[in-house]
């Protein structure tokens, strides 16, 4: 009897843990807000005077920053503070009036790559009082902070955040990125190029950025006459794909498409190749930094859309690879520092249009700012950044720039 | 029909790994009555091991499967080290120490994994080079069949110890009776920190076939793999080594024709649904046994 009791205890505990990772994001988010609303609410109020108070003085912009530094998608977050660190020694050392200071002793505030992290993330960098917060990569930890950020009223630049839904949430959150319908557009274009008829789709269901560049890759898709012949799901945490390889070769699709992150793309790569599927199989910005060592013949004939690329011959692009390969290699040399890179410079710049470096002048001098740096772009009046996108392939294993498709 | 057999294929295969691991669960819950949760952490580690010592392998001209020779010697010391320091001292404590200590090692070990081996998750080398074979529409794996194999002859081999040998007559005394086992000049500690060897070094083996279909190591990927492999423990009834390859199957054939067949989203649900299921209905297990003696 005991023994019962105690396998119903720990089986109610498994599945109680289970149903909580499964469903659990979206209601996190909101459940979470409620309570971290009081103690923002009066943090902010505090926060608002004295920095108000402190910047007429000081032209030093307090910069919170988060990524992942774990997780499946870590060697993101590694790019990110790498960038960021090097964005900031190159503006404290310039002779730019204004300066920066990155909050937290100029580390990158770790989300793990998870959703339900973002929020603790987020609130952590509350004591710190930065003024603006730069971050995150992933769409599905963007909103929730965005949430935060909105009813706090701090500015927000999502690096790497694609999902549409992201800057929707209020005046005060941008991004110097593109967003996932403009993506997913330029994938169907792409894969109506390369002769695709018939679309196959496989997405991570629990992910905000998946969803989001899989409805958009639809839309497109069937408008310009691909056929959308099998959708399947699978989850973030997944590692096996046969189910899914299975049906994607019985469809008879002739293009598989596969919007989630880098750690799982090896494998449905490998388990839909061997499965007997040889058509092309493409992702988007997620795929950036996806390890390919073993399945060089695998990645034969796989294509993604990215934010930048760095075969990219333009100048700035040039000097930013170069600086930052000589520093830190070229390992972690991926679309998301790059966006982090640019994150910060574009404070600055917001700073300068904005005529302070408190949120208020940095949210007035970001709105509809032009911006040259690694990326080139005009954020438009919902934040976006209208910039172009860039088609990567493989070749023997190595990510090989394609083409750039201006928007 | 081929996509029908092509799932059994695929979903055999997925159970075999399942069954691996699930035999290192029952062989401890069997001897000592504790569910070491961290036995999935043991099979990161195992991976991790792979992952360092295939290219050593390679290197040296011999195949890449024998680096599950370092896999298992580094199991085995993990696993017996994890038994002496933390599971012994809380033995006489309850079972329920036991198990929160379980989960202790498995968080301990994950995170001393990130320290030493990165937050990265790494590619495995391709561990067999096998074709695979094509009838009627479907593609099976000759990895597929050495992975089921392995499975089997695991099971089998450890059925026969148990029952057979000397040490595995003092195996399956020492859960009977601790006190009557020690009059019988059973010395309980060395045969708990045995079964700890044993189950570790599955967990080894588990983890070279685990890497050779899913070539990925992560920190975390032990929790989910243990996971699973817990529930097909209990569905095939607990402490019953036949159980726990039938349970591991069976798990394994649900989760790829639920994806298959009915939704990709509900594979996970309706798995932990089953074992509610199989639990109010019958708490043993399938092959498990509500008296007696269970290894």
Known sequence: MKRKLLAFVLTSVLVGTMLAGCSGNPPQSSSSSPTAAPTTASSESSSGSDTSAADGEDNIIRIGVVGSLTGGSAIYGQGAQNSVTMAAEEINASDSPIKVEIVNGGKVVDDAGDAKQAVNAYNSLEPEKPEAIVGAFFSSITIPMAELANEQGMLLLATGATNVKVTQIGPTIFRDNFIDPFQGEMAANFAKEIGATKAAIVYAKDDDYSNGLKDAFIESATKIGIEIVYTGECTTKDTDFTAQASKVVDSGADFLFYPAFLDTVPLIVQQVRDAGFDGPIMGGDGWDGADTSGLESYFENCYFTNHYSSEDTSPAVQAFVTKYTERYGADTLNACAALYYDAIYMLVEAAKRGGGTDTASLVKGMTGMSFSGVGTFTLDENRNAIKAVVINTYVDGKVKWLKTLEP | ?295
């Not at chain 2, 699930?22 to 001897?31: F, H």
């Not at chain 2, 992975?147 to 003092?170: D, H, P």
Request: hydrophobic content about 55%; aromatic content about 10%; glycine content about 10%.
């Open chain 2, 1 to 295: 029909m081929s996509l029908f057999i092509q799932s059994l294929v695929n979903g055999l295969n997925q159970g075999a790994i399942y069954a691996l691991i699930a035999l290192g669960y029952t062989m401890v819950y069997g001897i000592i009555r504790m569910i070491n949760f961290a036995h999935g952490d043991f099979i990161m580690v195992g991976s991790y091991t792979l992952f360092y010592t295939i290219p050593l392998m390679i290197r040296a001209g011999m195949p890449a499967w024998m680096a599950v020779l370092f896999a298992v010697a580094v199991c085995t010391v993990v696993g017996i080290l994890v038994e002496v320091i933390a599971y012994r001292p809380v033995r006489k404590a309850g079972s329920l120490t036991a198990l929160i200590t379980a989960l202790a090692m498995s968080l301990f070990l994950e995170n001393m994994a990130m320290v030493l081996f990165g937050p990265n998750p790494r590619s495995v080398p391709a561990i067999f080079k096998l074709p695979s074979l094509e009838f009627i529409g479907v593609k099976l794996q000759l990895k597929y069949i050495i992975t089921f194999a392995i499975g089997l002859l695991m099971m089998i081999s450890l059925t026969l110890f148990v029952r057979f040998t000397k040490l595995g007559k003092a195996m399956r005394a020492v859960p009977q009776d601790k006190q009557a086992a020690t009059l019988m000049g059973i010395k309980v500690n060395n045969i708990i920190t045995v079964t700890f060897g044993i189950g570790s070094a599955l967990a080894a083996v588990a983890a070279l076939l685990y890497c050779s279909t899913y070539p990925r190591v992560t920190l975390d990927m032990g929790s989910m793999m243990g996971l699973k492999a817990f529930i097909a423990a209990v569905l095939g009834g607990i402490g019953s080594l036949p159980g726990a390859m039938a349970g591991g199957l069976l798990v394994g054939l649900i989760e790829i024709f639920v994806k298959v067949y009915v939704a990709p989203g509900w594979y996970e649900a309706i798995t932990y649904s089953l074992l509610i299921i199989v639990l109010i209905v019958r708490p043993s297990g399938i092959l498990g046994k509500n008296i007696g003696e269970k290894v």
